[in-house]
């Protein structure tokens, strides 16, 4: 009688500077028929070199992290391996972190909200060759697009650019990354059609969004 072979598991690099939410994701993916984590990082740069050692077949990788992020991180590691097939998975949902990370080279962008069961559907359909953006980024981009509307987030960025608070600052008290705060500030002067902050805080009165 033959035995059947079990199918190669998918190999996966995580790379995510938050110590216990990179465990989390490793213990769930454990328990994931046809998938080993095979290395664990915490930068961009250590991204690259374990992807020299162990050559995986898919590696989910942070936006946000120190050194270089991982848009960077994405340009030399597509440099160096032009068929490296990355999964983001990142916390930001702005439509312009998502592009950045696209023409980079990313296959696929989804965020920390999403579901285990989409997860592990959206690193097959990468290592299938495919391409994947999250239900949630999905979301963002369609709104975008159609002109679409300021999020709670993006107001809640428009009030401290009124304040005259930087980036850093702005990423600070709403608890983001400076890349991240940047992104919100980006996608307000897109959606209000600004060329610059102070042009925002006008539109923002002239909108309503904003109260003397």
């Given at each position: 009688m033959s035995r059947s072979i079990a199918p190669t598991p998918i190999r996966l690099i995580l790379v995510d500077d938050h110590v216990v939410l990179r465990?989390?994701?490793a213990n769930v993916l454990s328990f994931e028929?046809?998938?080993?984590?095979?290395?664990?990082?915490d930068s961009g740069e250590a991204a690259v070199e374990l992807w020299r050692?162990?050559?995986?077949?898919?590696?989910?990788?942070?936006?946000?992290?120190?050194?270089?992020?991982g848009v960077e991180t994405l340009q030399r590691l597509r440099q160096e391996f032009p068929t490296a097939r990355v999964l983001i998975l990142t916390s930001s949902e702005a439509p312009e972190e998502v592009r950045h990370a696209l023409a980079a080279g990313a296959c696929g962008f989804v965020?920390?909200?999403?579901?285990?069961?989409?997860?592990?559907?959206?690193?097959?359909?990468?290592?299938?060759?495919?391409?994947?953006?999250?239900?949630?980024?999905?979301a963002h981009l369609a709104?975008?697009?159609?002109?679409?509307?300021?999020?709670?987030?993006e107001l809640?960025?428009?009030?401290?650019?009124?304040?005259?608070?930087?980036?850093?600052?702005?990423?600070?008290?709403?608890?983001?990354s400076e890349?991240?705060?940047?992104?919100?500030?980006?996608?307000?002067?897109?959606?209000?059609?600004?060329?610059?902050?102070?042009e925002a805080v006008a539109r923002g009165f002239e909108r309503g969004l904003l109260k003397a």
């Open positions: 465990a989390g994701l028929p046809g998938m080993q984590v095979v290395a664990q990082g050692k162990h050559r995986p077949d898919v590696m989910l990788l942070d936006l946000c992290m120190p050194g270089i992020d965020t920390k909200t999403i579901h285990p069961a989409e997860l592990m559907a959206a690193i097959r359909q990468v290592h299938a060759g495919g391409n994947v953006i999250g239900q949630a980024v999905a709104m975008e697009q159609q002109g679409g509307s300021i999020s709670r987030r809640e960025t428009l009030g401290f650019v009124r304040q005259g608070f930087t980036n850093a600052e702005i990423g600070r008290l709403m608890g983001v890349n991240t705060a940047k992104a919100h500030v980006r996608a307000l002067l897109t959606k209000l059609q600004a060329a610059d902050r102070a």
